[in-house]
Structures are given as structure tokens and as C-alpha cells.
């Protein structure tokens, strides 16, 4: 009979060590995994948002609603009609085809950029736009798995929540011609449709100061707190929309100087970075995934931008320009 060597309780706590810490490791995969997954449904969600998207701009004509096409000539405000500005033949006015804030605070993008905000001609109610702005698979059932509705079920429309919602951003290459229109569909996730839409303006700090404040060309952006001391609500994957107006080019003046035509740039970028300390008072150094774009005229040697920092827009589809309707 041979005799063996039992194992020493030295070796169990060892052998029980070495597994904790692959039980450790395993351990660690499972939050990676649950933030990778729901990093997935949201990009998921966000497709089915901008098709539905597409599809309803086609069936409402957003290209050619009475609403859009007049504020992409004729803005109001102290923003000129571009038709009584001779000579001129470049991109409308920048529309932003948003009716939950249409119908709640109306007027312009952040208050006082050049982006007029409008809801189509048919949606005249927050009711209206739910079932055309929000994503329609969300519908509430019951525990018996039935339709809830919001009222008697003769009467009454199907509950739905609206985590997910978009808006477009539709801009004419030439004002003149209505076979061509530029459309961007920006998705908000968890957007509050009934109160007042988040949304404030920044200027950048001319590049002139700066040389890598707000250079075209540049990734690199300094936000300005003078005037607005208000920190952004910036984070990584935050979206800024440059809201610059263009300048009169006939006297090289600011729109805001020259009170004339000046449609906005209307360019969208992601926030890949975000750092208070920006080597300068009152200021916010951000960090864009793509660099900054020029508009359709040369800057002066002063030009400024300005920027509206959007709330809860978790995606931007540029779906180009195109000649359908």
C-alpha cells in the first residue's frame, strides 16, 4: 500500500487565493459587459429613431412645409428676408424643425441664434407630435400584456413612453431653390417634451487671441463664460451646434453689426473632451471629434463663433442634401 502526501492547509489558501483572483477578473467583465450592452440598445434604439425619422419627413413633405420654406428665406427677428438682398444666392437660413419646443417656447435656437425653430403646418398640438416625433415601438402594456391608454380606449390614444424623440435641422444649399434641401436628424434621448428645451449659447474666443481657440481646421474649441458665466453642460459624447452667422459681404461686417443677411453655419460636432481649466479666465477648453468647418464665406481676421450647447441629443445623422421630397 503506498502512502500518499495529503495537501497542507498552506496549499488550500494558496489554491484559493490564486482562484479569487480569477474569479476577480471575471468579476470585473460583468459591468464592462452591462455598460457595453446598454451602449448597444442605445445605439440600436437610435436607428430605429432616425429611420422612423426619415420615413416621417418623407410623408410630411418636410422639405417643402409651408413652415420651413418660409423660414429659411425670411427668419423674422432682426434676421433680413434674403430676397431683399441683391445679388445674393447662397444657403438659406438654417430651420430647425422642432415642435415640442415650437409649441412650448417658439422663437429661436437658445433664444437668440439665427436657427428659427418651427413645427410642420399639419402638427399644431404636443399631443399631435408625439406619435410622428417619438419612437412608436414604446408602447405601455399592462400586466396582462395589453394596450395602455391615456383615456377610454374608444376615445382615448395609446401610452407611450417617449424616451426617445427627434428633431431635423433642414437647410437649403441655395435659398433659391427648393429641389435641394440639407436635412439632419438629431435624436434626444429622455428629453422633457412639455417644459422648455435646454439650450444655451456660447461664443468662442476669436481665434486671434487664441490661436487654437477657434480655428478652422481645429479640433481644439475655448468656450467664453463672459457673457454667459453659466458652466455647459458638457460631457464626453455631448453635442455642440455652431449657430455662427455669416457676415454681409458687401460691407465685411458681423450680421449682429450689420443687422443683414447672415444665415448660420448649422454644423454639428460631438464633444470628445471637456476641460475647465483652460488656461484662461472664464473660459472651457472642449475638444471636438472633427475639426471645425469654415462657412460658404472667408472669415475677417476677428471672426468669432458662437455655439448653442444642446441637452440630451444623444445622436446626429446628417443625412445630406438630397432631390426628393
Known sequence: MIRRRGVTLLEVLIAIFVMAI??????VLFPLGALSMAQALKDNRCQQAVANAQ???TV???????NVTTKSTTPGGTFAALNSVAGYDGPGYPVYVDPFGSLTVGGFLGGTAPVP???PQSITTLAAALPWFTLTDDTEFDANGQTVFSGPQANGTVKRNSKFSWAYLVRRPRWSDPSAAEVAVVVYGSRPLRTAAKEDLYSAVAYT????????GNTS??????SNP???NLRVGSWLMDVSSEYDTPNNKFFAEASLHGPAHSYFYRVVSVSENAGLANAVRVELQTPLRAGTRAPPSAFMLQFAVLDDVVEVFDK?????P
Do not use: C, E, H, I
Not at 410630411?60 to 409651408?66: G, S, Y
Not at 445630406?320 to 426628393?324: F, N
Open 209 to 216: 487671441t487664441d490661436p487654437t481657440a477657434a480655428a478652422f
Open 22 to 27: 480569477g474569479m476577480l477578473a471575471l468579476l
Open 230 to 232: 453659466k458652466a455647459p
Open 320 to 324: 445630406g442634401s438630397g432631390r426628393k
Open 117 to 119: 425653430r418651427v413645427n
Open 60 to 66: 410630411l413633405d418636410l422639405r417643402n412645409d409651408v
Open 221 to 226: 474649441l475655448t468656450l467664453d463664460l463672459t
Open 55 to 57: 420615413t416621417v419627413a
